[in-house]
């Protein structure tokens, strides 16, 4: 990226403030990166827990796999799911609310005694599928805005700053030539007249 410049005192004053701003800036977003990282990471972990979880309680409850056949289809289903939305090292992403649950009515008499706890089982698979997508997409919004700020991270150190510190060296340097040229103007005029009052003298 060029960085636009003029050579004069105004530009000079701009560029300088456009260099103090990114200066200032940058232990920010070094942090910001660092955390983002650090909650990425933690988010990707808590999502592999979760679906560990349902690994875990799926060959827990293998024992009952016969028993699945008996129960009825469509007695506990999803109605809906809350979310929240919270925010983490700056980023809003979701969170887990509430899950509703519709459960048909069945007879606790003539119905296998199991049902109730196929019921929580079922439950409790779905909210470890559930929480484990969450994750999964948190994960993804932070990793995503981790990248967006180490490119900026980037672009501010490796591209920015020097391109303004070396724009700034330019300017300076041009006005210090200048200065000088027009001193060194000066004494020649200066130089030339005294010579002319001389000769005028002599004459």
């Known amino acids: 990226m060029a960085i636009v410049f003029q050579y004069n005192k105004t530009s000079l004053g701009n560029v300088t403030k456009q260099l103090k701003m990114r200066k200032s800036a940058l232990p920010t977003l070094k942090n910001k990166e660092s955390a983002l990282r650090i909650v990425s990471r933690d988010a990707k972990a808590e999502a592999d827990k979760y679906t560990a979880l349902v690994e875990e309680a799926l060959s827990k409850y293998d024992y009952l796999a016969a028993l699945w056949n008996e129960f009825t289809p469509g007695l506990i289903s999803i109605r809906d799911v809350d979310y929240r939305i919270e925010k983490v090292a700056g980023v809003k992403v979701p969170a887990l609310k509430e899950i509703h649950y519709e459960i048909a009515p069945f007879n606790a008499f003539t119905s296998p005694a199991w049902f109730a706890d196929g019921v929580r089982i079922l439950k409790e698979l779905t909210e470890f599928g559930i929480k484990s997508e969450i994750c999964v997409e948190k994960a993804r919004i932070l990793e995503y805005q981790r990248k967006k700020t180490t490119q900026k991270v980037n672009l501010y150190e490796k591209v920015q700053i020097p391109g303004y510190e070396e724009a700034i060296r330019k300017i300076k340097r041009f006005m210090e030539d200048e200065e000088n040229l027009s001193k060194a103007s000066s004494k020649i ?13 002599k004459a």
């Open 189 to 201: 005029v200066k130089q030339r007249h005294q010579a002319e009052e001389e000769e005028e003298e």
